[in-house]
């Protein structure tokens, strides 16, 4: 095998196609997005901050209807049995 100067057509194509370089342009951006968005994400405050007069109207609507199914019920009970 001739180890000597090659010519042009001989040497082998290690510049890539244009289609392996979009192919590789495209992930690279993907990438560089995928990134941004991490970033964005730690840098996010995650801290709870709880206000209690914010929660108590928040959940004052569940509760009113716990306690008026709690009455309900305590009203069919009749020494721990249930009326039906």
Do not use: C, F
Not at 38 to 53: H, V
Not at 64 to 78: A, E, G, L, M, P
Request: aromatic letters at 2%; zero cysteines.
């Amino acid at each position: 095998m001739d180890k000597g100067n090659k010519r042009p057509g001989q040497l082998p194509n290690v510049g890539g196609s244009s289609e392996g370089n979009n192919l590789l342009q495209k992930l690279l951006e993907a990438t560089l997005e995928q990134t941004k968005v991490l970033l964005q994400l730690l840098s996010k405050d995650t801290d709870i901050i709880l206000d209690g007069p914010s929660i108590a109207k928040g959940i004052h609507r569940e509760v009113s209807k716990y306690q008026t199914q709690d009455r309900r019920i305590s009203k069919r009970t009749i020494k721990g049995k249930v009326r039906k």
